[in-house]
């Protein structure tokens, strides 16, 4: 089975859309914002954009379908919900994508000091994430045609041990420093990773 | 000990190019680890080595760039000691071999790539484990004849300093280190080349550089940083550019005859070494020898620039002076002394951010009480400051352990403060310095006290210069602090230190620094005092000045100098100071109550609003008829939905804000804390922003919070909990791969703590689930955790 070639990537600040349903969302704020929470807001946006250093690194691989198993290039994978979501398909692309270091520095500080605008930027970071997966996924989409909705371990009953051999596969540490913890959790905190399948017939 | 370095000097030096390139086309799969071949497939290897060295090598690494116990476990599939036996055995037969065929004396390197975990507090890697990994391969690269360690591809500098100072600790190996810088020219977790080079050096690099990332195409920025800064030699070691598939097959967009062309012109500019790292090959080697063959190398310059720096971001002292914050200090300050008893530093991180906020350029660090263990302390204080500022931190502290200690875990190189002219503090500090690197403020004091006559103080600060050689530290890394003497006790004392400043600039050449605020002790109107002596001293030449940022005054006479001396080109800083001001005073503008500003979340209007109540009001009644029904309507309309997290966080800031202020007006032991709560998010978690919201909220309710952070093993919750006798213990975990931790955790408090109770919270529990791991307690949100402590608390 075949595999492409490591491509990794990065986008500038101004590139991505931070969607502010997402970001009200992830700090359980209500669908619109008051005075006082809206200028904190607005202030949070221009610190995180300041530090956003969004990187990441794709790369594509063949896959077979034999529900429960899916087999990629670089390993092969027990996953029933994972089969369906990549049902009909004989490629996909993995990546891992990271707001930055700099971002978990910023969170650090406001965490001391101030927790209000530590939970906004959290938030704001979180969709900022989302904002270049999102990205990230219209590209694939352009390039190959229709996909599906991209997938990530722990999603489903995707074991989030798969984390690990995404990553080496990627060689996300080296490429754009997502790394993994011993207890599977990404660093930098605000990185995410993913599987997207492309649909065959559109190829 | 080989060290091509000092004997090949009449051209660059060529390493060699990718190893993994070579192996994929020789079969390695995706997810195989290379290092695995040594054993499994050594003719590969030896095959990859002799190409090198055929197409010109003087240097070639062996095949050990992952070999670490993290990646090879004791009991895995492949021993760790056998592949690097195999991989460096290997090499050096292959060198041997050239060399008894051609005469060349080829070497071999010790190849040591990252662990592949983040250190902390950005990861879950503790720095001291870290170490152990790396000095682990370092030895075992010595013992099976390795000539010199490659320290490459590490794109985080605080996982930088944990190889290199391994390898210098536990070989005596010749060390070089290269990283990888992105197209913004910084490593992945912040570092430019300046701060990479500092670190670096300051450990003791015999070579140092930029590998893999890009390009030569894209590292022009990056390589001609480093060879502006560095003393030491610069290794240069790119990808032959970025992958393409043509015609179904991986190239790289750089051609070696590019490749090649790129490299000699930074040989010419000064690069000493140069190779290849992914998707270079022989052949890209081969034509690089031939292009720098006939180019006389560079001699590197030693640079006389001093700078400190943070793990992320550096500071050169001079032409604009340096404000090094003086306010993390307990000396005469109640709540730093009460934080650094109690252990809980929320209000030294408080006042480190104010400092940084303030323009302060560097922190000084300073935990010196003489009932604590301050050796402890300090680099528990070292480690929480770096996660949260990134200005560079001055150590201050008199006790050589507790010095050790604080420049061992610091992630950048400091500002080491202080030795003097005794030969027992020299003796004790400036081998710590030469280790860890840094920068020495040295005070003009020795046995016989701090002499009058300024000629005295230089004849001490000559000592301490000429003593620093002997250990390799330059001028360069010197600050002479001829010290303040306080005016009121002697009307000559700031003038003899006036002039000391001068004659230790003109005759020593050392930057000079002072602790400015002792001169006015005694006196009224400090402030304006100090300030003054400041201008004073900054027109005398002054480099840097221990002083409060806090100060509007004091920092304006920082600003003013810089603008009126052309150190602060176009006023920027100047301008930032004034605006800064301004938008102090324009929160001043609206009419609204104390309640009001804390329901509304106003931080400073509610402090400001307290400051004034405070004036016809008691302390107590503002707490009881103010504060606490504000909070008490948020926390209402919070649980009734009508308003959310941020806001009630807002308005909790707003209180803690006000409540700062009561304090300053209260007697000692009113206001009694209502209990205290143990806070951790579980070990292996590294995801605190719930936990410090609960945090917020139990302190605003009166509650004591002792919060220990994140990724806390069992038994420092345990220790936590009896120690300060606290009825309950909260714990957060954000994923079920951490609820087994927690689990544990729980466990030992209530079989070693009976009657304490646990109160759990996170993304994936649940009230059953939290049942099932034994808690006493779930808790949806922090509202509902203040509550629960009222109820134990039977407040």
């Not at chain 1, 080496?168 to 997502?178: I, L, N, P, Q």
């Not at chain 2, 300051?202 to 480093?226: E, H, R, S, T, W």
């Not at chain 2, 006493?776 to 922090?782: E, L, S, V």
């Amino acid at each position: 089975m075949k595999a492409g070639v490591l491509e990794p990537f990065s986008y500038g600040a101004d590139e991505i859309k931070i969607s502010p349903r997402e970001y009200l969302r992830y700090m359980g704020a209500g669908a619109e914002s008051d005075g006082a929470l809206t200028a904190l807001i607005d202030d949070c946006l221009k610190e995180v954009k300041d530090a956003l250093r969004i990187r990441g690194v794709m790369r594509t691989s063949e896959v077979a379908i034999d529900a429960p198993t899916v087999r990629f290039s670089f390993c092969g994978i027990e996953s029933r919900s994972l089969s369906k979501n990549l049902s009909g398909c004989s490629s996909s692309v993995l990546f891992a994508i990271t707001a930055g270091a700099g971002i978990d520095r910023l969170i650090s500080k406001y965490s001391a000091v101030s927790p209000s605008r530590a939970l906004v930027i959290d938030a704001i970071a979180s969709a900022a994430v989302e904002g270049a997966a999102n990205k990230l996924n219209a590209a694939v989409k352009e390039r190959y045609g229709k996909t599906k909705p991209r997938f990530s371990p722990g999603f489903g009953d995707l074991p989030l041990d798969f984390q690990r051999d995404l990553l080496s596969f990627t060689d996300a540490g080296r490429r754009a420093g997502v790394l993994l913890t011993a207890t599977m959790m990404l660093t930098p905190m605000k990185s995410t990773t993913a599987i997207i399948g492309i649909c065959e017939e559109q190829k | 000990m080989r060290n091509p370095f000092s004997e090949i000097k009449d051209r660059a030096i060529i390493l060699d190019g990718a190893t993994g390139t070579l192996l994929q086309a020789a079969g390695l799969l995706p997810g195989e680890l290379p290092e695995t071949w040594a054993l499994t497939h050594p003719d590969a290897i030896r095959e990859v080595h002799r190409s090198y060295l055929e197409a010109g090598s003087d240097l070639i690494a062996a095949d050990t760039f992952g070999a670490n116990r993290l990646k090879f476990p004791e009991g895995g599939e492949f021993p760790l000691d056998g592949i690097v036996r195999a991989a460096v055995t290997l090499a050096r037969e292959e060198a041997d071999a050239f060399s008894a065929k051609t005469g060349k004396k080829p070497y071999v390197a010790l190849d040591m790539g990252p662990t592949g975990r983040l250190l902390k507090p950005l990861g879950d890697l503790d720095f001291e484990e870290a170490v152990s990994v790396f000095s682990e391969v370092a030895k075992l690269g010595e013992k099976y004849g390795a000539d010199c360690i490659l320290i490459e591809t590490v794109n985080d500098s605080y996982e930088l300093k944990a190889a290199v100072l391994a390898a210098k600790e536990s070989t005596s190996l010749p060390v070089f280190a290269t990283c990888v810088f992105d197209e913004t020219g910084r490593l992945l977790t912040g570092a430019d080349p300046l701060t990479a080079v500092s670190i670096l050096e300051g450990l003791g690099v015999d070579a140092l550089g930029v590998n893999c990332g890009f390009g030569p195409d894209k590292l022009g920025g990056v390589v001609d940083d480093l060879l502006k800064y560095a003393s030491v030699p610069v290794i240069v070691k790119p990808n032959a550019g970025l992958p393409v598939v043509k015609d179904g097959k991986t190239e790289y967009d750089v051609p070696a005859d590019t490749f090649a062309g790129l490299l000699s012109d930074m040989v010419k500019k000064g690069a000493r070494a140069v190779g290849g790292c992914c998707g270079t090959t022989p052949e890209y080697i081969c034509k690089l020898a031939e292009a720098v063959a006939g180019i006389k190398p560079v001699k590197p310059e030693k640079k006389e620039y001093a700078a400190v720096c943070s793990g992320v971001r550096s500071f050169i002292i001079g032409p604009r002076p340096a404000v090094i914050g003086e306010r993390i200090n307990p000396t005469g300050k109640k709540k730093i002394k009460e934080a650094l008893r109690a252990e809980n530093y929320g209000e030294i991180f408080d006042e480190a951010v104010r400092q940084e906020e303030r323009g302060a350029d560097i922190l000084d660090v300073n935990a010196g009480l003489p009932e604590i263990d301050e050796p402890a302390v300090l680099e528990t204080l070292v480690k929480g400051l770096q996660g949260i500022t990134s200005l560079p931190l001055c150590i201050d502290t008199s006790d050589p352990a507790a010095m050790e200690r604080a420049l061992r875990v610091y992630s950048g190189k400091a500002l080491i403060n202080s030795v003097n002219g005794k030969d027992e503090v020299l003796d004790a500090v400036l081998p710590l310095a030469a280790k860890y690197g840094g920068v020495v403020i040295g005070l003009t004091l020795d046995e016989d006290g701090i002499p009058d006559e300024p000629e005295n103080r230089l004849k001490i600060a000559e000592k301490i210069v000429s003593r620093a050689a002997e250990y390799g530290i330059g001028k360069r890394d010197i600050v002479i602090d001829p010290l303040v003497l306080t005016v009121s006790a002697d009307p000559l004392a700031a003038k003899r230190t006036l002039d000391s400043v001068s004659l230790i600039k003109k005759e020593l050449g050392v930057a000079v620094s002072l602790g400015v605020s002792n001169v006015s002790f005694g006196l009224p109107g400090r402030d304006r005092l100090n300030s003054v002596f400041l201008a004073e001293a900054l027109s005398r030449g002054l480099d840097a000045a221990i002083a409060n940022p806090l100060s509007d005054m004091m920092m304006g006479v920082f600003a003013s100098h810089a603008a009126l001396t052309g150190a602060d080109p176009g006023f920027a800083r100047y301008i930032a100071a004034e605006d800064g001001k301004e938008e102090k005073s324009a929160v001043r503008t609206g009419d609204i109550t104390l309640s009001a500003a804390i329901e509304t979340g106003l931080s400073s209007r509610a402090a400001e609003l307290t400051a004034a109540l405070l004036e016809t009001v008691p302390p107590l009644e503002v707490i009881e008829g103010y504060i606490i029904p504000a909070l008490d309507r948020v926390g209402k309309a919070f649980e009734e939905k009508k308003l959310y997290l941020p806001q009630l966080l807002m308005s909790a800031e707003a209180a803690g804000a006000s409540f700062d202020e009561v304090k300053k007006k209260m007697p000692r032991g009113a206001g009694a804390s209502k209990g205290g709560i143990v806070l951790a998010t579980v070990k292996g978690d590294i995801h605190d922003i719930g936990k410090n919201i609960v945090r917020t909220l139990l302190e605003n309710f009166g509650f004591t919070v002792f919060d220990l952070g994140r990724d806390v093993p069992p038994e420092r919750v345990l220790e936590a909990a009896l120690r300060h006798g606290v009825a309950i213990v909260g714990l957060s975990a954000l994923m079920t791969t951490t609820v087994p931790a927690m689990e544990e955790t729980i466990k030992l408090v209530h079989e070693k703590a009976p009657g304490v109770k646990v109160v759990v919270g996170g993304a994936v529990l649940t009230a059953e689930y939290a049942d099932a791991i034994g808690a006493d307690k779930y808790c949806k949100d922090a509202m509902e955790t203040v509550g629960y402590a009222k109820e134990i608390y039977g407040k």
